[in-house]
């Protein structure tokens, strides 16, 4: 059974830095590529960043390049999002999700329950 | 980027009525790269359909998508209460964008 599991989630103040966690299992990490998708409260669905199976590259969303780094451990079967300079935009739900293939194109076939960032002073 | 306009915004249906919702891109669609993703309260987005028209593992055989180019349907041939719900579509091909959702709720 696929399972996702992210964690780091938490308040923080504008400006500040935050790294989320996503552990996987109940399939071959490697071989997958793997997503970060984020959703404010009470709105849509919002794709954040992106990287293949390999972790050769990486993928983000205007609104987050040069401020968001995706990354992975294939060894400890983790996905991470570093988040620094972190505006009050960023609040949301984060959600860790598991492409069809290692790299495009693939659609989501599964979701993490997601862990809420809320940035705030 | 391609941009998804879903419509209605909001659906008011009953049980066992059909639902059908619209997925329109503003460039056409390359090889169909489709999906659809149903979120209820609370729980995190689940998958299904992807290619326009292939159901996900363990959806009921209800949900049915089709189109092509720029448009797009997902069809619930007959709702059931746990059908109701918000409904997103996204293209996986040329960008990772989704549409702005259809909430399907109970008249």
């Known amino acids: 059974e696929v399972q996702l599991l992210e964690s780091g989630g938490g308040l923080v103040q504008p400006g500040g830095s935050l790294r989320l966690s996503c552990a996987a299992s109940?399939?071959?990490?490697?071989?997958?590529?793997m997503s970060w998708v984020r959703q404010a409260p009470g709105k849509g669905l919002d794709w954040v960043s992106a990287?293949?199976?390999?972790?050769?590259?990486?993928y983000h969303a205007d609104s987050v390049e040069g401020r968001f780094t995706i990354s992975r451990d294939n060894s400890k079967n983790t996905l991470y999002l570093q988040m620094n300079s972190l505006r009050a935009e960023d609040t949301a739900i984060y959600f860790c999700?598991?492409?069809?293939?290692?790299?495009?194109?693939?659609?989501?076939?599964?979701w993490g329950q997601g862990t809420l960032v809320t940035v705030s002073s | 980027e391609i941009v998804l306009t879903q419509s209605p915004g909001t659906l008011s249906l009953s049980p066992g009525e059909r639902a059908t919702l619209s997925c329109r891109a503003s460039?056409?669609?390359?090889?169909?790269?489709l999906a659809w993703y149903q979120q209820k309260p609370g729980q995190a987005p689940r998958l299904l359909i992807y290619g326009a028209s292939s159901r996900a593992t363990g959806i009921p055989d209800r949900f049915s998508g089709s189109g092509s180019g720029t448009d797009f349907t997902l069809t619930i041939s007959r709702l059931e209460p746990e059908d109701f719900a918000v409904y997103y579509c996204?293209?996986?091909?040329?960008?990772?964008?989704f549409g702005q959702g259809t909430k399907v709720e109970i008249k």
């Open positions: 999700v598991k492409g069809d293939a290692a790299s495009r194109p693939y659609f989501f076939d599964y």
């Open positions: 990287i293949t199976g390999s972790g050769d590259d990486t």
């Open positions: 460039q056409s669609v390359r090889s169909n790269y």
């Open positions: 996204q293209e996986y091909g040329r960008s990772r964008t």
């Open positions: 109940g399939f071959t990490f490697t071989r997958y590529a």
